[in-house]
């Protein structure tokens, strides 16, 4: 494990901000392949929120005949329930955590930090998020899955458990299926979390009709609350 912050792009408001949003990317892709999406999301122009695109990690992919690139863990399987290498969901979570601690030692409330995954950077948003040990504005699960989920119980930190959730998942996803993602989401339903259900006529991407969706929950959690 590593104490090191971890490289980032980030887009910042035109004023001070008061928010910050950390947002993971999936396996393979970087930082600078989600911050283009935040004029997407139309928010308004007086809007102080900070948006955070850490990179993963470069380390060996095995499905990928351990080609390094950007993960936040190893897949050395595609069996659904053994495809997250957990040693680097505890890694990458614990980097993450050092994010949301750099920004809170900034002077941003946790309250007022909200995190979103894409894929694999799903699977850290809601590992980390149901753990950490001060409230969220929000967690955000795009198109993901949950590692070690009969661990959720017994590990999660009760101060999540009133955050709000969105899970997001295309029913076309050849990537991640959709039942993983809305595995996932049952067990947060099953552990009384305040989670909430989208699924959209798409792949392993994201559509408009989804960039609607979160902005208008973006903007709930920091904006209008």
């Known amino acids: ?40 999301l139309k928010l308004p122009d007086d809007h102080k929120i900070r948006f955070v695109f850490p990179h993963a990690p470069i380390r060996p992919v095995t499905i990928n005949n351990g080609m390094p690139m950007r993960a936040w863990y190893d897949i050395k399987s595609l069996d659904f329930n053994n495809r997250a290498d957990v ?3 505890h890694e990458s979570a614990a980097q993450v955590n050092a994010l949301i601690d750099a920004e809170m030692a900034k002077g941003i409330s946790s309250d007022r930090i909200l995190l979103a ?36 119980q017994d590990e999660a930190h009760p101060v999540n458990k009133e955050t709000p959730i969105l899970c997001c998942h295309g029913q076309q996803d050849d990537v991640v299926p959709m039942f993983l993602g809305h595995a996932a989401f049952k067990v947060l339903e099953q ?11 798409m792949q392993h991407n994201v559509c408009m009709q989804e960039l609607n969706d979160i902005s208008r929950w973006i903007q709930d959690r920091l904006i209008s609350a």
């Open 117 to 152: 995954g894409f894929s694999q950077g799903g699977v850290i948003a809601l590992h980390l998020g149901t753990r950490f040990g001060k409230p969220l504005a929000g967690i955000m699960a795009l198109s993901t899955y949950m590692s070690e989920p009969e661990k959720l």
């Open 1 to 40: 494990m590593t104490e090191d912050i971890l490289p980032f792009v980030d887009v910042n408001p035109t004023s001070e901000h008061d928010a910050v949003v950390i947002w993971l990317h999936g396996l393979g892709d970087s930082g600078n392949g989600f911050a283009p999406i935040v004029p997407e």
């Open 191 to 201: 552990n009384n979390y305040n989670v909430i259900w989208k699924e959209y006529l």
């Open 87 to 89: 040693d680097g969901v």
